[in-house]
């Protein structure tokens, strides 16, 4: 029963680094998505900005560019957590999965292991 006893904290170990993994990618991913909010923000400001040269008919093209960049930036900011939700869940999912798979491995090279 000791070999089990090794596997069992194997695959624990094996689903809080995977969980850990999954946490620091979540994470790196998260804070990439923040710095393109925050880029498409300053851009749309610069645009803004640049517009004021213009008149007519091309600052209004200009400021809708930066609507449309502003818009976007809002979009991606309210759709990641959806997105999160949803690779956080597939994620686990496969964890589980391949830990689930680890266990019973172990399980028959135990048995088999204990056979000898």
């Given at each position: 029963?000791?070999n089990?006893?090794?596997?069992g904290?194997?695959?624990?170990?094996?689903?809080?680094?995977?969980?850990?993994?999954?946490?620091?990618?979540?994470?790196?991913?998260?804070?990439?998505?923040?710095?393109?909010?925050?880029?498409?923000f300053?851009?749309a400001?610069?645009i803004?900005?640049?517009?004021?040269?213009?008149?007519g008919e091309a600052?209004?093209?200009v400021?809708?560019?930066?609507?449309?960049?502003?818009?976007?930036?809002?979009?991606?900011?309210?759709?990641?957590?959806?997105r999160?939700?949803?690779v956080?869940?597939?994620?686990?999912?496969?964890?589980w999965?391949?830990?689930?798979?680890?266990?019973f491995?172990?399980?028959?090279?135990?048995?088999?292991?204990g056979?000898?």
């Amino acid at each position: 029963m000791s070999n089990n006893n090794g596997v069992g904290k194997t695959v624990k170990q094996i689903s809080e680094d995977a969980q850990e993994t999954v946490r620091s990618v979540y994470k790196q991913a998260d804070q990439a998505r923040k710095d393109a909010v925050k880029q498409m923000f300053e851009t749309a400001d610069e645009i803004r900005e640049s517009a004021r040269t213009y008149s007519g008919e091309a600052r209004d093209n200009v400021n809708a560019i930066a609507r449309n960049l502003e818009r976007s930036a809002n979009d991606l900011n309210s759709r990641a957590i959806d997105r999160a939700e949803d690779v956080t869940e597939t994620a686990q999912d496969n964890v589980w999965k391949s830990i689930l798979a680890i266990f019973f491995v172990g399980l028959l090279v135990g048995w088999w292991l204990g056979n000898d």
